[in-house]
């Protein structure tokens, strides 16, 4: 029997044809929004692509601040024939994630965020589920020192060894993203599995290894493909790369949980982890499910990348743009000189009385842009914000490229200068616009960890070297690579003890 007999060809094509037409009707109806209900004004979408020939994949987010000079602070865009609101510019933002924090604290659906996630853990997670967790790790990360004093001490004794390595190059050229990724990773490993790691552990070499590949394939042009058309993900490589890389990492840390239990003691409990196997179970009173044991996978695994990924990237920036700018660097070291000296470690009280320092470090997270796209955001109820309709449930683009080059509220956005910090007497000034850890509900909830491991890891490295290009380098490319976050492209620096 031919398969023509079975479907005969005519009503294939009949039944692609009606197909197409009701994709087509489906689309147009999604850009007419509901009665009455103004929606942001936005380029006009094409059936099926929607903007996507109107957009650069490679470089999403200039291409919505392009679109925004056009649009306006609040506009919609559809990827594909998924429709999204952008928020651009520093009013707008903070408008949104701090004047009506409740209502856009939602977590939208991103095909490739809720496979890799299953809406669990803290980043990815949403409601009440994303309350209790996030709740819950805050307090007991405090109660392990994140956000206080004591781990000052930490941080300080993970940069001497950074310090230790560095000397080992004798002022030779290496590559600065592993051993900054390690270094920065064993502070937070320290608080959630009571432990660091040697730079050498091939283990930890492949955790870092392995989250610093996700987060850049999450964030690259096919897989924003798969998040307009999920049902091509067998097509998309990077997007098999990214379950399979997770079920590793995941597989690595469900190990650190077993060995955890065999010797977990209630009256002495010394890690993160073991904090979260005793709420788990307490909860599933004595026996464990799969459902809790991926929600704790989700917890770590969101911990240890948030705790690694931009922080290390940032000092990273921050070494690159020392090695670009010889003069910038000069006169930090002339404050380090002045307040602290070569005799002793900084301490974070020291950034009080080191205005120039603190205003580079400041420049360094505003110029580098990390997190380009903010993390994706929803709205939680329907509702009316600057003049538009935004439904529930809506998928909002807060752009934090936006704020942090928006041309009112920087004198040279597009350009690294620390006076975007100084007053005309030299003195540490805030700018509101300063939003690299978001803000609102869903702000970064290392934030006070991030701040404290960066003044003392960009001071204490220019306390001791002095920051090179390589002999024969006289072009350093500030280009980014881009992923989720933005980090520089592979590099090579010299570290010449002062």
């Known amino acids: 029997m031919s398969a023509s007999s079975i479907c005969p060809i005519d009503d294939t094509l009949g039944l692609l044809a009606l197909t197409l037409l009701l994709v087509l009707l489906v689309s147009l109806a999604r850009r007419k929004g509901g009665v009455g209900d103004k929606l942001p004004p936005g380029p006009s979408p094409l059936p099926l692509i929607g903007n996507l020939h109107q957009l650069d994949l490679k470089r999403l987010h200039w291409s919505l601040m392009q679109l925004s000079e056009k649009y306006g602070s609040v506009f919609s865009v559809a990827i594909g024939p998924q429709k999204a609101v952008v928020l651009a510019g520093y009013d707008t933002v903070k408008d949104a994630l701090v004047d009506h924090a409740d209502q856009f604290a939602g977590r939208a659906h991103i095909p490739i965020f809720d496979e890799y996630s299953s809406r669990r853990g803290i980043i990815f997670s949403d409601g009440k589920q994303w309350q209790d967790t996030r709740r819950f790790a805050i307090s007991k990360l405090r109660d392990f020192g994140m956000g206080k004093k004591s781990i000052e001490d930490k941080i300080t004794e993970e940069v001497n060894l950074l310090v230790n390595i560095l000397e080992s190059y004798k002022g030779q050229p290496f590559e600065t993203a592993q051993i900054m990724s390690s270094a920065v990773s064993n502070i937070i490993c320290?608080?959630?599995?009571?432990?660091?790691?040697?730079?050498?552990?091939?283990?930890?070499?492949?955790?870092?290894?392995?989250?610093?590949?996700?987060?850049?394939?999450?964030?690259?042009?096919?897989?924003?493909?798969?998040?307009?058309?999920?049902?091509?993900?067998?097509?998309?490589?990077?997007?098999?790369?990214?379950?399979?890389?997770?079920?590793?990492?995941?597989?690595?840390?469900?190990?650190?949980?077993?060995?955890?239990?065999?010797?977990?003691?209630?009256?002495?409990?010394?890690?993160?982890?073991?904090?979260?196997?005793?709420?788990?179970?307490?909860?599933?009173?004595?026996?464990?499910?799969?459902?809790?044991?991926?929600?704790?996978?989700?917890?770590?695994?969101?911990?240890?990348?948030?705790?690694?990924?931009?922080?290390?990237?940032?000092?990273?920036?921050?070494?690159?743009?020392?090695?670009?700018?010889?003069?910038?660097?000069?006169?930090?070291?002339?404050?380090?000189?002045?307040?602290?000296?070569?005799?002793?470690?900084?301490?974070?009280?020291?950034?009080?009385?080191?205005?120039?320092?603190?205003?580079?470090?400041?420049?360094?997270?505003?110029?580098?842009?990390?997190?380009?796209?903010?993390?994706?955001?929803?709205?939680?109820?329907?509702?009316?914000?600057?003049?538009?309709?935004?439904?529930?449930?809506?998928?909002?683009?807060?752009?934090?490229?936006?704020?942090?080059?928006?041309?009112?509220?920087?004198?040279?956005?597009?350009?690294?200068?620390?006076?975007?910090?100084?007053?005309?007497?030299g003195r540490f000034v805030k700018n509101k616009a300063f939003m690299p850890f978001s803000a609102g509900r869903r702000v970064c909830a290392g934030e006070a960890l991030a701040k404290a491991e960066l003044f003392l890891f960009f001071t204490t490295l220019l306390q001791r070297f002095q920051f090179q290009a390589p002999p024969g380098v006289t072009n350093l490319d500030l280009t980014p690579q881009v992923g989720v976050t933005l980090t520089p492209k592979p590099h090579r620096v010299c570290a010449v003890l002062r």
């Open 190 to 425: 320290s608080i959630i599995f009571g432990q660091r790691f040697d730079y050498e552990d091939e283990l930890f070499i492949s955790l870092t290894t392995m989250m610093d590949e996700m987060t850049r394939l999450c964030g690259s042009a096919p897989i924003h493909l798969y998040n307009a058309y999920p049902f091509l993900g067998f097509l998309i490589p990077g997007r098999r790369k990214i379950m399979e890389t997770r079920d590793r990492v995941y597989g690595t840390f469900n190990d650190f949980f077993k060995a955890a239990k065999e010797t977990l003691s209630e009256n002495s409990i010394q890690s993160f982890s073991e904090v979260l196997i005793m709420k788990y179970r307490q909860e599933s009173r004595g026996q464990d499910s799969e459902f809790e044991k991926r929600d704790m996978l989700a917890t770590i695994t969101d911990l240890f990348g948030g705790g690694t990924e931009t922080t290390s990237t940032t000092v990273c920036w921050g070494l690159l743009l020392m090695m670009k700018y010889p003069e910038i660097q000069k006169k930090v070291q002339e404050e380090i000189d002045q307040v602290i000296g070569a005799g002793r470690c900084p301490r974070v009280e020291d950034r009080k009385h080191m205005p120039y320092t603190d205003a580079v470090i400041h420049e360094i997270q505003r110029f580098a842009n990390i997190v380009p796209l903010n993390l994706p955001h929803s709205t939680t109820v329907d509702m009316h914000f600057r003049g538009y309709f935004i439904p529930k449930g809506m998928y909002v683009i807060p752009l934090l490229t936006s704020v942090l080059f928006d041309k009112t509220q920087w004198k040279k956005p597009n350009e690294f200068d620390p006076a975007h910090f100084l007053d005309a007497e």
